[in-house]
């Protein structure tokens, strides 16, 4: 299995402009998670899905953050507008079940707000 | 609350041992992990440990967990300069999906 994959790998984007990251998770993974690491705050969980469906958004910084499922092969996060404080990298992982015991990550999308 | 505490840095040389230590506040986590996270890249597991366990002890890797104290300890025998990256512990409460990192320990391993 190739893994998680996920799109772009960096992305550089000038403030106020609408920015759509995506996720592939693996195949037969029945939950998929969003993560945003900074320097400051660490990894902090942003939304998780299960079986497509939203369980816990309260990670989701504000109403410009928006994440969508809509089928078992495809997430994406959107942010509109973006700013220079949403700079970060943003991880997918997935796992089996929502409780399974591991999560497998994904390389992660560097944003870059200028 | 949940906090995982972790000291930012350390540094070995290859060969000696490296011990990262992590200390939760929720003593009803259920399940410690050490994730892995080499540079430019998403974070690995390395291995984790149950709550009604002491110690786990995989190759190198041998996980300590004082339940009492609420203190999770690495430790990684031999290092070598493959393993510099930086180390995430985590935990995980029984019945909940979301994992609460620590901000890392950056791993140096010098020649």
């Known amino acids: 299995d190739a893994g998680v994959i996920q799109s772009p790998r960096h992305e550089v984007t000038e403030m106020g402009q609408e920015v759509t990251l995506r996720c592939k998770p693996i195949s037969g993974h029945n939950s998929l998670f969003w993560y945003r690491q900074t320097m400051m705050r660490g990894l902090e969980l942003l939304i998780y899905?299960?079986?497509?469906?939203?369980?816990?958004d309260s990670g989701m910084p504000e109403d410009r953050f928006s994440a969508k499922m809509p089928n078992a092969s495809f997430s994406t996060l959107k942010i509109q507008p973006s700013e220079p404080r949403d700079s970060a990298v943003y991880f997918c992982?997935?796992?089996?079940?929502?409780?399974?015991?591991?999560?497998?990550f994904g390389p992660g999308t560097r944003l870059t707000v200028t | 609350g949940e906090d995982v505490e972790q000291s930012l840095f350390l540094s070995v040389r290859e060969g000696d041992s490296s011990v990262i230590n992590c200390t939760y506040t929720d003593s009803s986590s259920t399940y410690l992990y050490w994730y892995k996270q080499e540079p430019g890249a998403g974070l690995q597991l390395l291995t984790y440990?149950?709550?009604?366990?002491d110690m786990k002890q995989d190759q190198r890797l041998t996980v300590l967990l004082n339940k009492k104290d609420k203190h999770l300890s690495l430790r990684i025998a031999d290092t070598q300069t493959g393993d510099s990256a930086i180390y995430f512990c985590?935990?995980?409460?029984?019945?909940?999906?979301?994992?609460?990192f620590g901000k890392g320990t950056m791993l140096l391993v010098s020649p």
């Open positions: 992982a997935s796992s089996l079940s929502r409780y399974s015991y591991e999560q497998y």
């Open positions: 899905f299960n079986n497509n469906v939203p369980i816990d």
């Open positions: 985590a935990e995980r409460y029984s019945g909940y999906s979301t994992l609460t």
């Open positions: 440990i149950f709550s009604n366990m």
